[in-house]
């Protein structure tokens, strides 16, 4: 009896696994597929200095036009396309398109303006990384302080040690660092020292309930003192709300981002944002 029944269970764990490698398989082929029809696109979101409010550049976010879906947001693909491997393919193409971008602003005499890009971490692990930083920057004749590639706390703590190397040879091209999300990892502070970086962007979990939350300001000062001692600008996300904003800069935090200055927009319009009219 119990041979039967361990059978079927087989059977139906069979049948649900190859359900579900089908709809990887599925989601694999779309996704190259999105690749040849140019169906990603960047949209853009505004970083402001937090003292002289003036936009210093933008962070690119990606997202899928689907044809059937509509615009697709990155949490509902990034992580199937890190799994299969696409990401790196597909992060490739956000770094020369964001680069691309980058240059049509300087062009347009926002030259003082920069551009980050977020890296997952398959692709903060890849071989080509470095290579692939240093063309894109060749190709677009760009200064490298005018890219920020973006690494979530969680990626780059995952393997300290080898993550240094990899941030210290970035960090040699030029190019600012940021570490992304902050504060929603396990960070020893002993790596966190000595991690080549020029950036913390707070997460904005701990921006949502300021300015009334006793223990978000708590964290957000010890993170600005921290970040601040260890020579790294400090960017707080999510920022909505005008009390946030004069919070945060009150605490000393450099720059902001959230939707009080500006959603993530078209290329275009972000354009037209830099030009005051
Ligand atoms: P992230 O890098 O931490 O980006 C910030 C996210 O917060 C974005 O979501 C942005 O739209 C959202 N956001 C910005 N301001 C506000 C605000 O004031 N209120 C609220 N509620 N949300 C705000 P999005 O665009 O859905 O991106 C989600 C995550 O997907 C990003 O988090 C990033 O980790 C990842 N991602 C986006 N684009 C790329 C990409 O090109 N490559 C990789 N590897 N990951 C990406
Ligand atoms: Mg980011
Ligand atoms: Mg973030
Ligand atoms: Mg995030």
């Not at 692939?132 to 190709?139: E, I, N, Y």
């Not at 940021?178 to 020029?198: E, M, N, Q, V």
């Amino acid at each position: 009896h119990s041979k039967s029944l361990g059978q079927n269970t087989y059977c139906f764990f069979q049948a649900s696994m190859s359900a579900n490698a089908q709809q990887q398989l599925q989601l694999l082929h779309d996704l190259r597929m999105a690749m040849e029809r140019r169906e990603f696109v960047l949209h853009y979101q505004a970083k402001v200095d937090a003292h002289s409010g003036i936009i210093t550049g933008a962070e690119a976010l990606l997202r899928w036009h689907h044809p059937v879906r509509g615009l697709v947001f990155p949490d509902e693909f990034i992580p199937a396309a890190e799994k299969n491997g696409m990401i790196v393919q597909i992060g490739e193409w956000v770094l020369g398109e964001a680069c691309r971008q980058l240059c049509i602003w300087h062009e347009k005499g926002h030259r003082d303006k920069s551009v980050a890009v977020n890296l997952s971490g398959l692709q903060f692990g890849h071989t080509g990384l470095v290579q692939a930083v240093c063309d894109v920057l060749q190709r677009n004749n760009l200064d490298p302080r005018h890219l920020t590639l973006e690494v979530t706390e969680t990626v780059a703590m995952r393997d300290a040690d080898a993550s240094i190397l990899i941030l210290q040879q970035l960090n040699d091209t030029g190019i600012r660092i940021a570490i992304d999300d902050f504060g929603t990892g396990y960070s020893s502070l002993l790596y966190l020292k000595r991690l080549p970086a020029h950036e913390l962007k707070i997460d904005r979990g701990f921006v949502r309930e300021l300015p009334h939350s006793t223990e978000d300001a708590a964290i957000v000062s010890a993170i600005l003192a921290l970040g601040h001692t260890l020579n790294l600008k400090v960017v707080a996300e999510g920022v909505e709300t005008v009390a946030q904003q004069q919070f945060l800069t009150g605490l000393g935090c450099d720059s902001l981002q959230g939707y009080l200055f500006g959603r993530p927009m078209p290329p275009d319009q972000f354009l037209e944002m830099l030009t005051p009219s």
